[in-house]
């Protein structure tokens, strides 16, 4: 069985994966590719496909990773009904009655002017 995944390129702490076509039993580092589909920069979130192989392997049974399929369904690549996309996950905000938009709004305390009375010395002659 094939798979369409990600295989990691690039230098250290700057990563830019190959799209590629493999043996599904196969570490994506290991083991020979069979097609090389297009990139991935996750960085700039550039993307290119070849997208008449990908619609080829997707057509004979190739089956693309959760992040690879969601890729496809970006660029506009017809996926088949088999092809399960992972939902979004949605996280949970931790103590959100601490958050700020959350607090009770306070009013600005205006200080009122305090009337001075002028006392002034007496004066000695």
């Not at 506009?76 to 009770?104: C, H, M």
Request: charged fraction near 30%.
């Amino acid at each position: 069985m094939l798979a369409i995944r990600l295989q990691r390129n690039g230098r250290s702490g700057y990563a830019v994966y190959r799209i590629i076509v493999q043996e599904a039993s196969r570490h994506p580092l290991s083991g020979r590719v069979v097609a090389e589909l297009g990139s991935y920069n996750p960085h700039t979130k550039a993307t290119t496909l070849k997208k008449e192989l990908v619609e080829k392997f997707l057509s004979t049974g190739a089956q693309p990773s959760s992040r690879v399929a969601f890729l496809l369904a970006k660029e506009g690549v017809k996926l088949p009904k088999w092809v399960k996309l992972a939902p979004q996950k949605q996280s949970a905000i931790k103590k959100a009655d601490k958050l700020r938009k959350n607090q009770p709004k306070e009013e600005p305390v205006t200080e009122e002017p305090t009337e001075e009375v002028a006392t002034e010395a007496p004066t000695e002659a």
